[in-house]
């Protein structure tokens, strides 16, 4: 609730012997590079005025001599930036997929060689464990797949990112220890950085955004880190990073685009091939800016290439499936913040280099999916996940639902269990809708006597676990209520009972807007004069209210405002303002001003359904 209080192109790592075959696509009508419709159209977004710095390196001589040194910065244009919604395509389907033909290079052996050795000689084993392999019964009995877990979930510190952060930190010359090091992150990477300065004997510095949960920035600190809480998001903190990194002399480590980081992750694949018996299909691996899957297919593509290596992201996080479709890297105007430790803007130059000559291609996921992940692995192993922990296992199922895969060896990497205790809520109210065990829907009642009564007689034997009705001034009212689901047919049948007695019924189940805000603001719908819905998201600190309203009162009335913590570093904020067609201008230019992420949500169907 705070936010309510007042270089040149590198040649290919490995030569490809012939050319990649890529699924069908799976709508022949339609162009590869058409946009899907999104779930809710982003009409508006303000232009981002972020503290980047610039992400090109050189890397001459990194992957073999890989001190800090060579792995040095230069400037380069700013990527475009795109919107996660231009590339949507439907859950477990294998997108993204980089084409590649049989005389594309002459294959980098020296480089495919120094990714292997130093993954096999990796020191991370002086912290890290060999997180065990385990088989998923419930789920694999499901599917019809024997479904693996590769436990990063059980490291230290919850997470896989202490391989990397002590790969690079263990290579780093005895000076340049002394020294220090410094890093930015909300999460993962820091305890990673914490805890391998601490073994090392090391002074760390951890630069966090002041959104950042008390629990996790109160972890880093008791690993013996010093924790400075600066700026509203990632980008700030950083550019305080690195501007300190260089007043002091200290070595940054960043989270994922250094080739020493993704060899660090890259010994998780490396372990995954020693304990897999018999033959795999498959490993999926979570995506954020993409060191764990560049470090797994470097090595699982040399030594296994039959072997394919899949990332997951969210569909409102999906930079990896962006670039590689784009054919280069891009920058998400704005990104999702429910899988936190996946939700990056903009994927790595080295990750990106890597992904686009080895992984197959990028699966996409709901929340909901994501959300019944987390209760599967509850259910199988008595384990919570955090959001990004269960990422790869939703894009494990989708993927098998969608091809109707059976019979194969796959493998799902859990690779976190720093779970804001706050999201717990949203998990479980969405976790049977990612099931698709329950169905949101609304039906038209004529306002009369005996209409409730026979609508309940309609649904018949199953089970509604959520109902809410208010009655309204009109002919016509609407309820909005939630069912238990067990079979498709089930909810279809009951659909046709409605419409066949004149009562018109909606499945709203995948609207995010219906989900998150409009299921509270039941209770009579109302028409107000140029009203104008927006979703902005608020930082969770002290002041981000009052700051939203010295932008835009008392220029205008405010006739809608619902706020609903998701144990977000940004909080989900739906508002209604009425402003004049001829005043619109003004307000988008005071919107951009403001600097929160927004988006107009006025012509919603669901919106215009439920409310007005």
């Not at 980081?261 to 091939?273: A, D, F, L, R």
């Not at 209760?375 to 296992?393: Q, T, V, W, Y």
Request: net charge neutral; with cysteine; charged share 20%.
């Amino acid at each position: 609730m705070d936010a309510l209080r007042l270089i040149p192109p590198q040649p290919p790592l490995l030569r490809h012997k012939e050319r990649v075959a890529q699924t069908s696509f799976p709508w022949p009508h339609v162009s590869k590079k058409c946009i899907i419709r999104p779930w809710i159209r982003a009409a508006v977004s303000k232009p981002t005025a972020e503290i980047s710095s610039p992400n090109v390196t050189s890397r001459e001589n990194a992957v073999v001599s890989s001190s800090s040194s060579s792995f040095a910065e230069v400037s380069s244009a700013p990527p475009k930036k795109v919107s996660a919604n231009s590339l949507q395509y439907p859950s477990g389907y294998l997108g993204a997929a980089p084409e590649r033909s049989k005389d594309e290079g002459n294959g980098d052996v020296i480089n495919a060689m120094g990714y292997l050795t130093n993954i096999l000689s990796s020191k991370v084993y002086d912290v890290a464990i060999e997180s065990p392999l385990q088989s998923a019964t419930k789920l694999s009995e499901r599917l019809g797949n024997q479904v693996w877990l590769k436990r990063e979930d059980l490291q230290p510190v919850f997470s896989f990112k202490l391989r990397g952060a002590y790969n690079m930190m263990a290579k780093l010359p005895k000076g340049q220890l002394e020294r220090g090091v410094i890093c930015s992150s909300a999460g993962n990477h820091a305890q990673g950085v914490a805890l391998a300065a601490k073994r090392l004997g090391c002074n760390a510095v951890v630069a966090m955004p002041v959104t950042t949960p008390e629990i996790k920035w109160q972890s880093v600190k008791s690993l013996g880190a010093t924790v400075v809480l600066v700026g509203d998001s990632y980008d700030e903190a950083q550019a305080y990073a690195k501007k300190r990194a260089t007043e002091e002399g200290r070595t940054f480590i960043p989270p994922f685009d250094h080739p020493d980081v993704i060899m660090g992750q890259g010994t998780v694949g490396m372990e995954i091939v020693r304990q897999m018996q018999g033959p795999l299909h498959a490993i999926f691996v979570p995506v954020g800016g993409g060191g764990l899957v560049a470090g797994i297919a470097a090595y699982v593509k040399r030594v296994a290439p039959e072997v394919k290596i899949i990332g997951v992201e969210p569909f409102d996080a999906n930079a990896m499936a962006l670039s590689l479709h784009h054919g280069e890297r891009v920058m998400l105007d704005q990104v999702g913040g429910f899988a936190d430790g996946v939700a990056v803007k903009e994927v790595g130059e080295e990750t990106f280099r890597l992904c686009r000559e080895l992984v197959d291609g990028v699966v996409l996921v709901s929340r909901d999916a994501i959300c019944a992940s987390i209760k599967d692995m509850f259910e199988e192993k008595r384990s919570i996940l955090e959001p990004a922990g269960a990422l790869a296992l939703a894009g494990a199922e989708a993927y098998c639902k969608y091809y109707g895969l059976k019979g194969k060896n796959i493998v799902a990497i859990t690779s976190g269990a720093n779970m804001n205790f706050d999201k717990l809520r949203v998990v479980t109210e969405l976790a049977n809708v990612g099931r698709q065990q329950e169905a949101v829907l609304a039906t038209i009642l004529p306002e009369e006597p005996g209409s409730f009564k026979q609508f309940c007689e309609l649904v018949g034997p199953m089970n509604i676990t959520e109902f809410k009705y208010r009655c309204s001034s009109e002919k016509e009212a609407v309820v909005l209520y939630s069912v238990g689901v067990h079979t498709v047919s089930e909810l279809g049948t009951m659909k046709q009972r409605m419409e066949s007695s004149q009562l018109r019924t909606y499945n709203l189940t995948a609207s995010d807007l219906v989900k998150d805000h409009l299921r509270y603001l039941m209770g009579g719908r109302l028409n107000v004069e140029n009203e104008v819905l927006c979703r902005f998201i608020f930082p969770e600190r002290p002041g981000a209210l009052m700051k939203f309203l010295d932008t835009f009162s008392p220029r205008w009335n405010i006739s809608l405002f619902h706020y609903r913590g998701q144990g977000e570093t940004g909080a989900n904020v739906l508002v209604g303002i009425q402003v004049a067609k001829g005043e619109m201008e003004e307000f988008h230019h005071l919107a951009d001003r403001l600097g929160y992420d927004y988006v107009l949500v006025t012509d919603d169907k669901d919106f215009q359904l439920l409310m007005h």
